[in-house]
């Protein structure tokens, strides 16, 4: 019997073909503001794996199927499954997830095989050919194409008892595909591809990807090579998904059943006109074959008086705008051409309400585009697209929103906290009702069967009457109530009615998450006149400092610790957020994943530092520490940690108080006597009524960089520590040993 030896075999990243089938009934009865956060958490989720913010290389694309068999397929190349795994369930996460279901899925990993050089048997470091080498790790690195159209399939080597592939000596099954590439090799520059292997990864042994400008070159491809031997004698095939591309925010045009991509080529030429072939189809993926405009800024920051200044001399007056963040890039191409790609541009940037405007200037002899945002991240997404326009040789932007606020505007409306997704939350400025006394309020709810009696956490309540019927209105309210169901200040939103009035009740435990909830309300259908009131003495005096989007106990905390004169100074306890999570995996394999994740973070301003810190005293968990300036980067951040291997608990969501973090850099000379000072505080913090947990953490890479995690039955256990004498002694002796003033951040 003859055992013949299978060619050698080199494998690259991880490709998942995801596809999936639209629930259309579904989404044509979901209401309004339910189906606008579908989209806005699905381009999210795209927009984030097309910049590969999960993993240090790779790439993702989303496209348009045709027919009964899919509606759209996400294509994503990663290096290992783990990260396949991941993407999978954090698609499953989004609420666009809702309206899809899984139609089909392919695995498997891009290779290349000893057909292409007989010298590959044990890896790439056999082929002695640089060129050849440097050829193959393009095969198994691909980008993905920027092509129209896509055609993938699965496929197998026969195996029957006439004609079975694997039973033929190498020689001639290399003569079978060197003589199938030579029909590839004349479609080089029209069609491209992406071969993987799946022998034990899915149903069929290869998935063929092809990608083209024009579909009829990949049927004349197929059609050519279904006369080959290879294929008409050895080839058998799975389903066949045809499609065509689209940038990800187009998502709410393809939805809307609307022309997609919205944004066809600026300039018309083709994606790959170099192609090459030396493969088993004989195409290549060419040199520019890569994806979409990166979602990271293509420009320099500049001040803001240089930003206005420079858009000045291109007659735009930055001033008479409501723009947030402005982006000029000047181009070396003519205005007339020029305008043509903008004109294109401009009609997708229009299906976004941060978008204020884009046009082609002139001055002089220069042309410029200038392009204005609500926000920078909205901005820094489009400079990807501006900085691929045709002759553009440069890009600037600054902020533009960076004066002091005035008495009426409202904390939560900086450029940070703005939606960044395109939908625009209503202004939080000023409140779409009218306040009246608790007495008068109560008068009017009491007809609709609500006592505020009842709700005792609540201390703001508002009332909008509606012309709609109660029962039309539900689903909208529902919808609605589904978006603030996510902060913990939402107590109550109810449609009510009484002798043919309608009325939506909505209440609040402070005023000012009350007043960002009122804009909504304002907008329900038939929606009239509305009125609040505040139900207790608290909720005036805490309406400045609430946040919407996290706990209320935040600032009451810190306030309490101020008034307390711990830490004085607060070099950055009001301006920093941190999330502290927890995982039972080892440091090292931490460290590495959390290395990929921090070049992707540090890419943003609001990021200041990501860290693993481990056990002084060992200890069953190791720690990942993420600040960052603002609340929503550390949210978005913390979407992404949690995908950490190992990973048990976030800091905050175990029972009790939650976690005071405190963060230290000690002087080395000094480090010693901090850890044995810390094992003393350890030993009095034992004996504490309500006490459940404390560890001293160290970075993992600076034995210096420390913090103290505390676990508290509740709230008034942990105060009554930081009122005692022995945190005041402890707090002053710190402030000799540590480098710099310490750090205090609640984590709620």
Same mark, same amino acid.
């Given at each position: 019997m003859v055992r013949r030896r299978p060619p050698g075999t080199e494998e690259g990243w991880y490709a998942l073909h995801d596809l999936r089938r639209i629930d259309w009934d579904a989404w044509r009865e979901a209401p309004e503001r339910t189906r606008q956060r579908a989209l806005e958490e699905g381009i999210d989720y795209l927009q984030n794996h097309e910049a590969v913010v999960d993993a240090e290389e790779g790439g993702s694309a989303v496209f348009s199927i045709v027919g009964h068999k899919a509606d759209l397929m996400i294509l994503h190349l990663r290096p290992t499954l783990e990260h396949l795994d991941r993407a999978e369930r954090r698609f499953e996460s989004t609420a666009l997830a809702e309206f899809t279901e899984r139609a089909s899925s392919y695995v498997s990993v891009t290779e290349v095989s000893g057909y292409m050089h007989e010298d590959l048997t044990d890896g790439l470091d056999d082929i002695e050919d640089a060129g050849m080498r440097n050829y193959m790790q393009q095969r198994i690195y691909p980008e993905i194409p920027d092509a129209e159209h896509v055609c993938f399939y699965p496929m197998d080597k026969r195996r029957g008892p006439e004609h079975n592939w694997y039973d033929l000596p190498f020689e001639e099954r290399k003569e079978y595909m060197s003589a199938h590439g030579d029909i590839g090799r004349e479609y080089a520059g029209k069609v491209t591809q992406i071969i993987t292997g799946s022998v034990g990864l899915d149903d069929h042994e290869w998935g063929v990807t092809l990608f083209a400008d024009d579909m009829t070159d990949i049927k004349h491809l197929l059609y050519e090579m279904r006369f080959d031997p290879s294929s008409s004698k050895f080839a058998e095939f799975g389903p066949f998904y045809v499609g065509r591309r689209f940038p990800s925010s187009d998502l709410g045009a393809l939805f809307a059943g609307e022309t997609v991509p919205a944004d066809d080529s600026a300039d018309g030429e083709s994606a790959h006109p170099d192609a090459e072939s030396e493969d088993d189809h004989g195409t290549d993926e060419g040199d520019d074959s890569g994806g979409r405009p990166s979602t990271d800024a293509d420009h320099e920051v500049v001040a803001p008086s240089t930003f206005t200044r420079r858009a000045g001399t291109y007659g735009v007056d930055v001033a008479e705008t409501d723009a947030g963040y402005g982006l000029l890039f000047e181009s070396d191409a003519d205005a007339g051409t020029l305008e043509e790609s903008v004109d294109e541009l401009r009609g997708n940037f229009d299906h976004y309400d941060t978008h204020v405007l884009t046009e082609v200037r002139t001055s002089d002899d220069s042309v410029a585009i200038v392009s204005l945002w609500a926000n920078e991240r909205a901005a820094n997404t489009a400079s990807g697209f501006l900085a691929d326009l045709p002759g553009v040789t440069g890009g600037v932007g600054a902020p533009l929103d960076d004066e002091e606020p005035t008495a009426g505007d409202s904390e939560g409306d900086s450029e940070d906290e703005q939606d960044s997704s395109g939908g625009g939350r209503p202004d939080t400025g000023g409140p779409e009702h009218e306040e009246v006394d608790v007495e008068e309020f109560q008068r009017r709810v009491h007809r609709f069967g609500?006592? %505020?009696? *009842?709700?005792? &956490?609540?201390?703001?309540?508002?009332?909008? !009457?509606? #012309? $709609?019927?109660?029962?039309?209105? +539900?689903?909208?309210?529902?919808?609605?109530?589904?978006?603030?169901?996510?902060?913990?200040?939402?107590?109550?939103?109810?449609?009510?009615?009484?002798?043919?009035?309608?009325?939506?009740?909505?209440?609040?435990?402070?005023?000012?998450?009350?007043?960002?909830?009122?804009?909504?309300?304002?907008?329900?259908?038939?929606?009239?006149?509305?009125?609040?009131?505040?139900?207790?003495?608290?909720?005036?005096?805490?309406?400045?400092?609430?946040?919407?989007?996290?706990?209320?106990?935040?600032?009451?905390?810190?306030?309490?610790?101020?008034?307390?004169?711990?830490?004085?100074?607060?070099?950055?306890?009001?301006?920093?957020?941190?999330?502290?999570?927890?995982?039972?995996?080892?440091?090292?394999? %931490?460290? *590495?994943?959390? &290395?990929?994740?921090?070049?992707?973070?540090? !890419?943003? #301003? $609001?990021?200041?530092?990501?860290? +693993?810190?481990?056990?002084?005293?060992?200890?069953?968990?190791?720690?990942?520490?993420?600040?960052?300036?603002?609340?929503?980067?550390?949210?978005?951040?913390?979407?992404?940690?949690?995908?950490?291997?190992?990973v048990v608990a976030r800091a905050g969501e175990e029972s009790g108080f939650g976690t005071m973090g405190m963060f230290y850099t000690v002087k080395p000379e000094y480090r010693e006597e901090f850890v044995d000072t810390f094992e003393e505080v350890g030993d009095a913090l034992d004996d504490m009524e309500g006490h459940f947990e404390t560890r001293l953490m160290v970075n993992e890479t600076d034995e210096n960089d420390m913090f103290i995690a505390s676990h508290w039955r509740e709230k008034d256990d942990a105060m009554a520590f930081f009122r005692s004498e022995d945190f005041r002694e402890t707090v002053q002796w710190g402030r000799e040993v540590l480098d710099g003033r310490p750090r205090h951040v609640f984590l709620a």
């Open positions: 609500i006592d %505020l009696d *009842e709700h005792p &956490d609540a201390g703001y309540a508002l009332l909008f !009457h509606s #012309d $709609t019927p109660a029962e039309d209105l +539900v689903d909208e309210v529902d919808g609605l109530r589904g978006n603030f169901d996510h902060y913990d200040t939402h107590v109550l939103t109810t449609v009510r009615a009484d002798s043919g009035d309608t009325a939506v009740v909505s209440l609040w435990a402070n005023e000012r998450a009350a007043n960002t909830a009122s804009g909504f309300l304002a907008d329900l259908p038939g929606s009239g006149p509305g009125v609040g009131a505040a139900l207790g003495d608290d909720s005036a005096d805490g309406a400045d400092d609430a946040d919407t989007h996290g706990t209320d106990e935040d600032d009451d905390i810190r306030g309490e610790l101020e008034e307390l004169n711990i830490y004085a100074g607060q070099p950055h306890g009001e301006d920093v957020y941190a999330l502290v999570l927890y995982s039972e995996a080892d440091p090292e394999e %931490l460290r *590495e994943e959390l &290395d990929g994740l921090r070049e992707r973070f540090e !890419h943003y #301003d $609001t990021h200041v530092k990501s860290a +693993v810190y481990a056990g002084e005293h060992d200890g069953d968990r190791t720690a990942i520490v993420s600040i960052w300036e603002t609340k929503e980067a550390a949210d978005t951040a913390g979407g992404f940690l949690s995908e950490l291997p190992g």
